[in-house]
């Protein structure tokens, strides 16, 4: 991830006109959601693809410094983020 940034950092800089590198920064700020969706994706596909291959919850989370319960929420497509309301919150 640094080399993605650092990279996108030096394109960025070398766009002499201030204008035309703050439109493109924004465009990239703009997709970033995409980028972290995509992102879990792949990651949800590969954790699969070790399970398919006869690895544990357990073995995925230690090799990938995980806890198993976590491995297998990803696995699930689960993002951690809770979709409970919050407490007190009778709109939901």
Known sequence: ??????????????????????VEIGKKLNGLPNVAKDLRELR?????????????YGQIGEALGLHRHRVQQIAEGRTGKSKRPAAGDASK
């Open 44 to 56: 949800q596909e590969t954790v699969l693809e070790l399970r398919t291959a006869g690895w544990s």
């Open 1 to 22: 991830m640094t080399a993605i940034v650092g990279s996108t950092r030096q394109h960025h800089t070398a766009i002499a006109d201030p204008v035309e590198r703050a």
